[in-house]
């Protein structure tokens, strides 16, 4: 009876479309993109990002089929509450983004209203060293959601101008 319910429960959630995080294939139309002005962090999760596709990032301009050009580019980390002692409690992060996006001919596509992306943690005063690497994995996390949000808003502009 457990083994069909087992059996049951993954047909069940492989119909419905559920997948775990961080494991859908990019299902990216480019064959190379080019990134131009980004920091080192965004550029690491675009190569990891695009590594599940057959798309690539593009040495020059001219060979890739979207280009990305990142104007401006901040990270902000913000105290919410203080403790007792005057130590931080919260921590508020944020990752604001502006970018242009341009297709192979190099033309403009519309709709590049600036990424905002907040997170907010408890800030442990007793365990430093685990929050400080807690906020590195977040921090990857808002570059990694940066990217999926400029590939897909790639994608939907292209699939209007095609139309």
């Known amino acids: 009876m457990k083994k069909l319910f087992i059996v049951l429960l993954a047909c069940w959630?492989?119909?419905?479309?559920?997948?775990?995080?961080?494991?859908?294939q990019a299902s990216v139309k480019f064959k190379k993109v080019y990134i131009e002005g980004a920091s080192e962090a965004l550029r690491e999760q675009f190569d990891e990002i695009l590594k599940?596709?057959?798309?690539?990032?593009?040495?020059?301009?001219?060979?890739?089929?979207?280009?990305?050009?990142?104007?401006?580019?901040?990270?902000?980390?913000?105290v919410v509450s203080l403790n007792f002692s005057g130590r931080s409690n919260q921590l508020e992060l944020s990752y604001r983004l502006k970018f242009q996006l341009a297709g192979a001919d190099n033309a403009p596509l519309p709709s590049n209203d600036p990424l905002l992306i907040t997170r907010e943690f408890f800030n442990d005063?007793?365990?430093?060293?685990?929050k400080n690497n807690e906020e590195g994995v977040i921090r990857?996390?808002?570059?990694?959601?940066?990217?999926?949000?400029i590939l897909d808003r790639a994608k939907a502009q292209i699939q209007a101008k095609a139309k």
Request: proline share 0%.
């Open 140 to 149: 990857r996390e808002m570059y990694r959601q940066a990217v999926r949000s």
């Open 52 to 78: 599940l596709s057959s798309t690539r990032v593009a040495k020059n301009a001219k060979e890739a089929d979207l280009h990305i050009k990142v104007d401006d580019e901040k990270y902000n980390r913000r």
């Open 13 to 24: 959630l492989s119909a419905c479309g559920y997948h775990l995080r961080g494991t859908e």
């Open 125 to 130: 005063q007793q365990d430093i060293l685990a």
